[in-house]
């Protein structure tokens, strides 16, 4: 965006995005008045910060944040606040669990073939996942966290994280193995089904119409009595008329 220009809102900066994404609205200030105060907060900073670090003999990045710590934004307060109109807060609490993801620099990339992503004069190797074997032409986002580690995410997939470094962050818990030697278990999405109720006719009894016959109870001084054993008759001998005419059993038979 030139000066002068109005904000685009359909390219956001990171400030832009994040504000969108916990949903504060943000008001552009165009009036002379609005930016006549934020150019002298600027001037401010810009021509009395750099005395004070000279003044104080530092010379290093670390030895700033330090002295901004400890020293010169608490004086700075002090010196140019002025105390609230009215009493009670604008603020409210948030929601989101995430915000570990929304206050990161967000950067967009394609997945080279040799399944890396880079910016500028970093690049990250991503490993091959379970859902795609290579991302290779896939558009994928890069979150540059505030300690300095940064995160690969293919969607709502986190394929990467790696250190200031670049070298890989891997987690504490070891993962499950799955397949062959390892356990199969996965946790089902849906509910347990619910007992059909003629799946449980054996577990509990249902009366039915006509009720069933019961054998008759015998006392117990008495037996019940055994069945008497049928007798075989005794298996008649096969006969046959020769051509004589004659009538004779089968074992008496002469070829």
């Given at each position: 965006?030139?000066?002068?220009?109005?904000?685009?809102?359909?390219?956001?900066?990171?400030?832009?995005r994040?504000?969108k994404?916990?949903?504060?609205?943000?008001?552009?200030?165009?009036?002379?008045?609005?930016?006549?105060?934020?150019e002298?907060?600027?001037?401010?900073?810009?021509?009395?910060?750099?005395?004070?670090l000279?003044?104080?003999?530092?010379?290093?990045?670390?030895?700033?944040?330090?002295?901004?710590?400890?020293?010169?934004?608490?004086?700075?307060?002090?010196h140019f606040?002025?105390?609230?109109?009215?009493?009670?807060?604008?603020?409210r609490?948030?929601?989101?669990s995430?915000?570990?993801?929304?206050?990161?620099?967000?950067?967009?990339?394609?997945?080279?073939?040799?399944?890396?992503?880079?910016?500028?004069?970093?690049?990250?190797?991503?490993?091959?996942?379970?859902?795609?074997?290579?991302?290779?032409g896939?558009?994928?986002?890069?979150?540059e966290?505030?300690?300095?580690t940064?995160?690969?995410?293919?969607g709502?997939?986190?394929?990467?994280?790696y250190?200031?470094?670049?070298?890989?962050?891997?987690?504490?818990?070891p993962?499950?193995?799955?397949?062959?030697?390892?356990?199969?278990?996965?946790?089902?999405?849906?509910p347990?089904?619910?007992t059909?109720?003629?799946?449980?006719?054996?577990?509990?009894?249902?009366?039915?119409?006509?009720?069933?016959?019961?054998?008759?109870?015998?006392?117990?001084?008495?037996?019940?009595?055994?069945?008497?054993?049928?007798?075989?008759r005794?298996?008649?001998p096969?006969?046959?008329?020769?051509?004589?005419?004659?009538?004779?059993?089968?074992?008496?038979?002469?070829?």
């Amino acid at each position: 965006m030139k000066e002068g220009e109005k904000v685009d809102k359909h390219r956001l900066t990171q400030v832009g995005r994040a504000m969108k994404e916990l949903g504060v609205q943000m008001i552009a200030a165009y009036s002379p008045q609005a930016r006549g105060r934020s150019e002298r907060s600027f001037g401010t900073w810009q021509g009395r910060l750099p005395q004070e670090l000279r003044l104080a003999g530092i010379a290093t990045a670390d030895g700033a944040n330090v002295f901004l710590r400890e020293r010169y934004i608490g004086a700075f307060n002090a010196h140019f606040s002025m105390p609230a109109a009215e009493k009670g807060t604008a603020f409210r609490r948030t929601g989101r669990s995430d915000l570990n993801w929304i206050f990161t620099v967000q950067t967009e990339r394609v997945v080279a073939k040799d399944n890396t992503v880079a910016i500028r004069e970093r690049s990250w190797q991503i490993d091959k996942t379970r859902f795609r074997h290579s991302l290779a032409g896939s558009t994928v986002t890069i979150h540059e966290h505030l300690d300095e580690t940064v995160s690969i995410r293919y969607g709502p997939h986190v394929v990467g994280r790696y250190n200031s470094e670049g070298g890989k962050l891997t987690d504490g818990t070891p993962k499950e193995r799955r397949g062959k030697g390892g356990s199969m278990k996965t946790k089902s999405r849906f509910p347990p089904a619910p007992t059909l109720p003629w799946k449980s006719r054996q577990k509990r009894e249902i009366p039915t119409f006509p009720p069933r016959r019961q054998p008759l109870p015998y006392p117990q001084e008495k037996q019940r009595p055994k069945p008497k054993p049928q007798k075989r008759r005794p298996k008649r001998p096969r006969r046959f008329v020769s051509q004589s005419g004659q009538i004779t059993n089968y074992q008496n038979r002469t070829t």
